[in-house]
């Protein structure tokens, strides 16, 4: 019937075709003979269509049906196969994942068991990883387990080599543990990816680590631990595996919680079995009957008695009660069970198993049930028979104490810890004035002074509240009050006891009155020691020091830690014989004061000078036992009387000096003017002329030693300006080396930036000349002088320890050699006019005076520092100014000698120079007024204005030269005026100062610089 209907479709749809195909030709205007052509092949269709479908179609048909069903069978055999196929593979995945399950349980069941087997966590994890290996098939399985008891097991293959310290977790990624730590699982399926460290990659070599799966031991969100599963080559994990792996961490981490938290207990019981067993005392449970159901060990040494004897029953503690006291502790029991007490605490004696007697103290918790019935007692029993015994001595001894203090000579005061007095002996009833029962029971803040009672009342109230009491064990000093309100010192020594759990407190009190009255005394007397200038120093009779004031560190410069303990005489400096201190012993040992003057030592090695008194000190039966020593060092006040005598000695000369100069120096103008007039009278004449020069050479040296004794005694003329010392140095070292000899070596330092001085450019290359040759005579056979210059601030310990020193910036010149050096007495009068260590051929020793006079001219200082066979130095300080310096070296210059025709004033007091200078003025042209004084050349200059020069001496009578120019000036500004002088000192004694620019002539001068002077003022407009 199908292959019927499948025909009928057949033929249909090809009918169906053709009629759609002759409508389409219809419609598309096909020739006739076409369309019938069409039709005899739809013809030809229909009629064909039975054999076809009997021959073909219908043959077809049963083929394609038989096919069909065949095609049938063969996909139902096929869903059978499939059908069983998966029902086996379910099986088969379900009979793994039961085998896996049965292996993951029968290692957790093996773990669990190890856990209640082994005491110990690391015998049972070594177990556990073993457990791992063989039942899961891991050929390496680690378990690290961190904090305390910290564990790290490895169990492997045995071909296999241990990890060692390294887990696989720290080789394979140092981050691994902190990814651990937060709980994260680390899977690696392949370790050769992962590092590119030689050392780490080397390490998983050599244990062959291929794989790794890392899962915390995590419990209760605390980090145990790491378990490390390994292969030893690549290896992807799967879920199975890593679930497994964790269900063992979980297992492994509750067996270390749980063996933690069982060594804690275990710990604890053993503690507790051991406090049970040790304290002092024996811990019981007792039932109503008598018998004990729990007694500590102790309770042998404390009866004689096992406490098996009392859990068997074999003795009941109530036959050991002592019979005198058995029912008073029955009764005691009965009366605390009917008054529902819950605690009951009671004092008796029992017997020993020796016969001895013991007291013991009962603490009783009684323990009853729901109904109030009393079920059974938890006590304490502690051996106070020591106690008993101790309080027995104690009332005893409390006996014998009332005895002892009512005899004391202190007062004794006992009181509770709230300050009761419960003890008031006889003494302190005569201190205070109280009678013992008027205070007996009362506050002892009545025997505190009112204002200190607050204090007292804060000290004890800390005391009942902290414990803590300041004054226990101590020795105070405080103020008590007595009955008529009269405070008086008092010493207080206080000390604390018990009875029971009581405290009390016992002060002995002692009045000291008058022992502060001679502490003060003492006190004031220390105090003005302590502060006494003077140095003090207490020995005992063989000179060992035993005390020292601080003026004797300051002095000595050693502290009382060096110097007590040490025999005076480390503070010998040599200097005295042996005779001096032989005198000093024998003087004081025969109890006589000793005064002299030392010359010691101080730390620093230096030698100080003191004046000291040494008084002997005897005890009461007047034998002597220390010596008091008090010293004055008068060490600077010695080095300033050097100093004023040596000043005072060079002011007299120089007074002297200057006191001559000025008429000397006028004797000698006219020496030389005379002797160059007749040198030009006397033509030819060789012998004449000869002569007149030595008188003139004789009058020059004259004149020069004249200058030395003038700058010497500081009453030379000088021109001061500000000037560098360092153009000075280098101005004359040239020259100076010269003189020197080849010989002397020179060498200079000079400072840059070298401030300016106010001083004449001449009298500092005075000082450098003399200075350098000084040094050149010192060294004979040659050496080095060295010349320097700075900037020095002096103050501090300088201006300490030169007194005369005024603070503040200085300009440095030092001028030093190697050569022979000075002794002491020698350095003493280096600055002494005319003293002198070379021969009178070779010196007038006046060299070191002008350089000290010229120093003190310019309110400088000079020091010298120096040692035989080590060289001199002299250091010289010039107060430093901020201006620039303008000086520049004075050259005489040989210039012919030139007339003139203006009008000079010449005032001149000395008649001989007056007159050789008239004449030698006006033989050169000039029209010379001449005065005797300072005033008639002022009235001469009044009643002559022509006058274009005043020549000036500084010394005559009525008005000296700067005065009388001064009038001259205000008489006619447009005057000019040459000064000359022997010395120039004022009416004070000081030197006259010459302003800049002022021309000066030198007596003794000659004609022929007198005519040049005079012409070069008129000139150059100077004056």
Request: charged share 30%; glycine share 8%; proline share 4%.
């Amino acid at each position: 019937m199908k292959v019927y209907a499948l025909f009928l479709r057949i033929l249909l749809i090809a009918a169906g075709a053709e009629l759609l195909a002759m409508g389409i030709l219809y419609v598309a205007g096909i020739p006739e003979g076409a369309l019938n052509t069409f039709l005899d092949a739809l013809m030809l269709t229909v009629f064909s269509a039975p054999f076809l479908y009997f021959f073909v179609v219908k043959e077809m048909a049963k083929r394609l049906s038989e096919r069909e069903v065949l095609i049938r069978t063969i996909s139902d055999q096929r869903a059978a196969i499939d059908a069983y196929s998966e029902e086996m593979e379910k099986k088969e995945s379900e009979e793994r994942e039961r085998r896996i399950q049965l292996r993951r349980l029968e290692v957790l069941n093996r773990i669990g068991t190890s856990m209640l087997r082994e005491s110990e966590i690391e015998p049972m994890l070594s177990e556990a990883a073993g457990d791992i290996c063989s039942i899961l098939g891991y050929p390496r399985c680690i378990v690290a387990v961190f904090g305390e008891p910290g564990v790290l097991i490895d169990r492997h293959d045995p071909d296999l080599p241990p990890a060692g310290s390294e887990a696989p977790f720290s080789l394979c990624d140092p981050d691994s543990l902190a990814i651990l730590e937060a709980g994260k699982n680390v899977v690696v399926e392949d370790t050769r990816t992962l590092t590119s460290d030689p050392a780490r990659s080397g390490e998983m070599e050599r244990i062959r680590l291929g794989s790794y799966l890392g899962i915390p031991l995590y419990h209760n969100e605390e980090f145990l631990g790491v378990l490390c599963l390994s292969y030893t080559g690549p290896h992807a994990w799967t879920e199975d595996e890593i679930a497994t792996a964790e269900a063992i961490a979980k297992q492994i981490a509750m067996a270390i919680r749980h063996d933690r938290t069982l060594s804690g207990e275990r710990e604890l019981a053993g503690r507790l079995y051991s406090l049970t067993n040790n304290i002092p005392g024996v811990i019981y449970r007792g039932l109503r009957d008598w018998s004990i159901a729990f007694i500590g060990n102790e309770v042998e040494r404390l009866t004689g008695y096992a406490s098996g004897e009392f859990l068997r029953g074999d003795i009941l503690w109530k036959e050991l009660i002592h019979p005198a006291e058995r029912e008073k502790v029955k009764e005691a029991f009965r009366y605390a069970v009917r008054e529902r007490r819950r605690v009951l605490r009671t004092e008796y004696r029992i017997l020993h198993k020796d016969g001895s007697v013991r007291w013991v103290a009962d603490r009783r918790q009684l323990v009853y049930d729901g109904d109030g019935t009393f079920v059974y007692v938890d006590g304490l029993l502690l051996d106070i028979t020591d106690r008993k015994h101790a309080e027995e001595e104690r009332l005893s001894n409390e006996r014998r104490f009332r005895a002892i203090a009512d005899t004391a000579t202190d007062a004794i005061v006992s009181t509770d810890s709230a300050g009761t007095i419960v003890f008031f002996n006889t003494s302190a009833e005569k201190l205070f004035g109280y009678e013992s029962d008027e205070l007996v029971g009362r506050s002892l803040s009545l025997l505190v002074p009112v204002r200190y009672r607050s204090a007292h009342e804060r000290g004890m109230a800390r005391f009942l509240k902290t414990g803590e009491a300041r004054l226990i064990g101590k020795t105070v000093e405080l103020h008590g009050r007595k009955k008529d309100g009269t405070e008086f010192p008092i010493e207080l020594s206080l000390a604390t006891w018990k009875i029971g759990e009581s405290v009390f407190f016992t002060g002995i009190i002692r009045d000291i009155t008058a022992r502060k009255s001679a502490e003060e005394e003492l006190s004031r007397l220390a105090t003005a020691v302590e502060q006494l200038a003077e140095a003090v120093v207490i020995t005992d009779t063989d000179g060992t020091i035993q005390y020292v004031n601080p003026a004797f560190e300051e002095i000595t410069g050693y502290p009382p830690g060096e110097s007590v303990g040490r025999n005076a005489s480390f503070l010998k400096s040599g200097r005295h014989e042996e005779a001096f201190y032989r005198d000093m012993w024998d003087t004081i040992r025969r109890g006589e004061v000793w005064t002299g003057h030392f010359f010691n030592l101080r730390k620093d090695g230096k030698v100080y000078e003191e004046d000291a008194l040494i008084s002997p000190v005897r005890n009461d039966s007047g034998r002597i036992v220390n010596y008091v020593a008090v010293k004055r060092d008068v060490t600077k006040i010695v080095s300033l009387e050097k100093q004023l005598q040596t000043a005072q000695r060079m002011e007299a000369v120089g007074t002297l000096a200057g006191g001559i100069a000025h008429d000397f120096n006028n004797a000698l103008t006219g020496v030389l003017g005379f002797a160059e007039l007749l040198e030009s009278q006397v033509g030819e004449d060789k012998r004449a002329r000869s002569d007149l020069e030595q008188i003139k050479r004789c009058a020059e040296r004259a004149s020069n030693l004249t200058r030395q004794l003038l700058t010497f005694a500081r009453r030379q003329t000088i021109a001061p300006v500000h000037l560098n010392m360092n153009d000075v140095v280098t101005d004359m070292t040239k020259f100076v080396a010269k003189i020197a000899g080849e010989r002397i070596e020179m060498k200079t330092s000079l400072a840059k930036g070298l401030p300016s001085i106010r001083a004449d450019f001449g009298q500092m290359e005075q000082i450098l000349m003399n200075l350098c040759l000084n040094a050149r005579d010192a060294m004979p056979d040659g050496g080095v002088i060295r010349i320097e210059t700075g900037e020095e601030v002096l103050g501090g310990e300088y201006a300490m320890e030169h007194p005369y020193v005024k603070p503040g910036r200085y300009v440095k010149l030092s001028v030093s050699d190697t050569g022979s050096g000075m002794d002491e007495k020698t350095r003493e009068r280096a600055f002494d006019p005319f003293f002198t260590t070379k021969g009178p051929e070779r010196g007038t020793g006046l060299g070191l005076s002008v350089v000290y006079g010229i120093v003190k001219l310019n309110n400088g200082y000079i020091n010298l520092y120096s040692e035989p066979g080590v060289g001199t130095t002299f250091r010289i300080y010039f107060p430093a100014v901020d201006e620039p310096s303008g000086a520049v070296a004075a050259r005489n210059r040989e210039e012919p000698i030139r007339r003139g025709t203006e009008t000079v004033l010449l005032a001149e007091d000395d008649e001989v120079v007056r007159k050789l200078a008239e004449r030698t003025l006006s033989d050169a042209g000039y029209t010379v007024l001449a005065a005797r004084n300072g005033r008639e050349a002022v009235e001469i200059c009044r009643g002559h204005r022509e006058i274009a020069l005043a020549v000036l001496d500084m010394i005559m009578p009525e008005l000296n030269g700067k005065e009388a120019f001064e009038a001259m000036r205000g008489l006619d500004p447009k005057i000019k005026a040459i000064f000359t002088s022997g010395h120039a000192v004022d009416a004070n004694g000081k030197p006259f100062v010459l302003g800049e620019g002022i021309p000066f002539l030198q007596k003794p001068y000659s004609l022929v610089s007198l005519v040049r002077k005079v012409r070069e003022v008129l000139d150059t407009g100077a004056g």
